[in-house]
């Protein structure tokens, strides 16, 4: 055997090894941009609700974990080629995703609001404070009326492949025109520069930035949850990965009862917002 | 493979491709003149204004067109006091973004194409229209510029290429160009792989139509016929 064919066996082999060291650990992908689900301080370290609590669960399952960043739109696509086992980033459990991946129970729950700047004709809107879309009553279908006629040739500004885009493209509201953007973070910049007549996120993602910002952003019309919006966050799981999705289960299970998802939640949103 | 959504989603992306067209075709045209000013501004004798025309180029070529296109769809939009004037009414809708930063770009790259054009025009044929006594003016018109054009098409049929693969940075200002409805699509099938595969082919083609229709143009003012 010449030496060029023993360096690529050794190659191979090394590779082989790596995989198995990568086998015991879990690897988690979460986005890194949508405070205060997951977000990077100054340091570029991962923080925010969802890696604290990866870090219990992980405790939980007795396993040894890491942490890596993914760019949102490219969650699920990567959770399939297996750069990571499992997405925690925010993810609501949808009918739309549970057709490419598998979900644990939901371990948070989380309204989603409008937004706009203040001094904005869509401020105050006479809706109800909050809507379920899975089985909308009278007043949920007034407040759709209501939001279409007020929306109506508006732009909507949302982050890309979310339930806020999901919902808008649904054609509840109407005729909005919809402009979608990479992160969070562009669709806060273009909500503030005017570009956006108003944006739809999660209502904690509108406050946190008025917050850091200084903006003057305010919600308004009803928050939103239940149907295209989702049933929850839970951890995104390739499907026939049974095992991990079980030990994930029985995790969350522990960490419910133990009171730590409640600590961990109300640290990171200010309320208790786990389920 | 999931070969039926490659079908599906082709009238989607040919669609799509459409606007990757529209916003190729003006950002070119738009930086063509950009070219042409800039490339005999470089070629003045005046420092200053030789200068100016060589920062142009040197910090448009010199930066990422990603960058370009986020400083001024995100960073202008930041300037509060821009808002309130006239320029905002282009600055605030995401395709005249793009097409500034697309025609900004290419104008730079251009003016250096032009400029190498020009300088490479023998000054005999100068020499030989001002014998024939023709004004500067016309000699410039209707020796300098047709012959550099013709020296500088391989290179700007390259520019061209170059630029039509820039476009898909249009997406990251939320247009929806082939680039961003390839992304759409995929937001909603998270299958990646066979919806890039299809745009990817998309813009092949636009390549080979460029690349040929540049290589006619060649042939047809060579000089050797």
Same mark, same amino acid.
């Given at each position: 055997?010449?030496?060029?064919?023993?360096?690529?066996?050794?190659?191979?082999?090394?590779?082989?090894?790596?995989?198995?060291?990568?086998?015991?650990?879990?690897?988690?992908?979460?986005?890194?941009?949508?405070?205060?689900?997951?977000?990077?301080?100054?340091?570029?370290?991962?923080?925010?609700?969802?890696?604290?609590?990866?870090?219990?669960?992980?405790?939980?399952?007795?396993?040894?974990?890491?942490?890596?960043?993914?760019?949102?739109?490219?969650?699920?696509?990567?959770?399939?080629?297996?750069?990571?086992?499992?997405?925690?980033?925010?993810?609501?459990?949808?009918?739309?995703?549970?057709?490419?991946?598998?979900?644990?129970?939901?371990?948070?729950?989380?309204?989603?609001?409008?937004?706009?700047?203040?001094?904005?004709?869509?401020? +105050?809107?006479?809706?109800?404070?909050?809507?379920? =879309?899975?089985?909308? %009553?009278?007043?949920?279908? !007034? @407040?759709? *009326?209501?939001?279409?006629?007020?929306?109506?040739?508006?732009?909507?500004?949302?982050?890309?492949?979310?339930?806020?885009?999901?919902?808008?493209?649904?054609?509840?509201?109407?005729?909005?025109?919809?402009?979608?953007?990479?992160?969070?973070?562009?669709?806060?910049?273009?909500?503030?520069?005017?570009?956006?007549?108003?944006?739809?996120?999660?209502?904690?993602?509108?406050?946190?930035?008025?917050?850091?910002?200084?903006?003057?952003?305010?919600?308004?019309?009803?928050?939103?949850?239940?149907?295209?919006?989702?049933?929850?966050?839970?951890? +995104?799981?390739?499907?026939?990965?049974?095992?991990? =999705?079980?030990?994930? %289960?029985?995790?969350?299970? !522990? @960490?419910? *009862?133990?009171?730590?998802?409640?600590?961990?939640?109300?640290?990171?949103?200010?309320?208790?917002?786990?389920? | 493979?999931?070969?039926?959504?490659?079908?599906?989603?082709?009238?989607?992306?040919?669609?799509?491709?459409?606007?990757?067209?529209?916003?190729?075709?003006?950002?070119?045209?738009?930086?063509?003149?950009?070219?042409?000013?800039?490339?005999?501004?470089?070629?003045?004798?005046?420092?200053?204004?030789?200068?100016?025309?060589?920062?142009?180029?040197?910090?448009?070529?010199?930066?990422?067109?990603?960058?370009?296109?986020?400083?001024?769809?995100?960073?202008?939009?930041?300037?509060?006091?821009?808002?309130?004037?006239?320029?905002?009414?282009?600055?605030?809708?995401?395709?005249?973004?793009?097409?500034?930063?697309?025609?900004?770009?290419?104008?730079?790259?251009?003016?250096?194409?032009?400029?190498?054009?020009?300088?490479?025009?023998?000054?005999?044929?100068?020499?030989?229209?001002?014998?024939?006594?023709?004004?500067?003016?016309?000699?410039?018109?209707?020796?300098?510029?047709?012959?550099?054009?013709?020296?500088?098409?391989?290179?700007?049929?390259?520019?061209?290429?170059?630029?039509?693969?820039?476009?898909?940075?249009?997406?990251?200002?939320?247009?929806?160009?082939?680039?961003?409805?390839?992304?759409?699509?995929?937001?909603?099938?998270?299958?990646?792989?066979?919806?890039?595969?299809?745009?990817?082919?998309?813009?092949?083609?636009?390549?080979?139509?460029?690349?040929?229709?540049?290589?006619?143009?060649?042939?047809?003012?060579?000089?050797?016929?």
């Amino acid at each position: 055997m010449n030496i060029f064919k023993k360096s690529i066996f050794t190659f191979l082999f090394s590779l082989l090894i790596i995989g198995n060291v990568n086998a015991d650990k879990i690897k988690i992908g979460t986005e890194g941009a949508y405070p205060p689900w997951n977000s990077k301080n100054e340091a570029g370290k991962l923080i925010g609700f969802e890696v604290e609590l990866a870090w219990s669960l992980c405790r939980y399952m007795g396993k040894q974990c890491t942490i890596v960043e993914q760019d949102w739109d490219g969650m699920i696509p990567a959770l399939i080629m297996r750069k990571f086992d499992a997405i925690m980033a925010g993810m609501s459990i949808t009918a739309e995703r549970q057709k490419a991946i598998s979900f644990s129970q939901g371990y948070a729950d989380e309204v989603a609001s409008l937004a706009v700047m203040k001094g904005s004709s869509l401020e +105050g809107l006479n809706t109800p404070a909050g809507i379920n =879309l899975t089985k909308p %009553n009278s007043d949920a279908k !007034k @407040a759709l *009326k209501t939001l279409t006629g007020a929306l109506a040739g508006k732009t909507v500004c949302v982050q890309t492949a979310t339930i806020h885009q999901n919902f808008l493209d649904s054609g509840d509201v109407g005729n909005v025109k919809v402009r979608t953007y990479k992160t969070q973070d562009e669709v806060n910049l273009d909500l503030a520069s005017g570009r956006c007549d108003a944006a739809l996120a999660a209502a904690v993602a509108f406050s946190d930035y008025a917050e850091k910002s200084g903006k003057p952003v305010v919600l308004t019309g009803p928050t939103f949850s239940g149907g295209a919006f989702g049933n929850g966050v839970g951890v +995104g799981i390739r499907k026939g990965d049974t095992e991990l =999705l079980n030990s994930f %289960n029985k995790a969350i299970d !522990k @960490a419910r *009862k133990n009171g730590d998802i409640s600590r961990i939640a109300t640290k990171w949103f200010g309320f208790d917002a786990s389920m | 493979m999931d070969f039926e959504l490659m079908v599906n989603s082709f009238p989607k992306l040919l669609n799509a491709t459409l606007i990757t067209l529209k916003l190729l075709s003006v950002s070119l045209i738009i930086g063509l003149f950009i070219g042409l000013f800039f490339a005999i501004l470089r070629l003045n004798k005046n420092v200053f204004i030789n200068r100016f025309a060589y920062g142009y180029s040197y910090i448009f070529r010199g930066t990422p067109l990603l960058v370009q296109i986020f400083i001024i769809y995100f960073g202008l939009g930041q300037i509060e006091y821009l808002r309130s004037t006239i320029f905002w009414v282009i600055l605030k809708e995401p395709y005249w973004c793009a097409i500034i930063a697309f025609a900004l770009n290419t104008g730079a790259y251009t003016s250096e194409i032009l400029r190498s054009a020009f300088q490479t025009i023998k000054p005999g044929l100068i020499e030989a229209g001002k014998s024939l006594g023709i004004s500067n003016k016309i000699i410039f018109y209707k020796i300098q510029i047709p012959i550099a054009i013709r020296q500088s098409l391989p290179a700007y049929g390259n520019e061209i290429i170059l630029m039509m693969k820039g476009t898909s940075l249009a997406s990251t200002v939320t247009l929806m160009d082939l680039t961003g409805v390839a992304k759409y699509i995929i937001s909603t099938t998270f299958k990646p792989i066979e919806v890039f595969i299809v745009a990817g082919g998309i813009y092949l083609f636009m390549t080979f139509v460029i690349h040929n229709f540049v290589k006619f143009l060649e042939k047809k003012y060579s000089f050797n016929s």
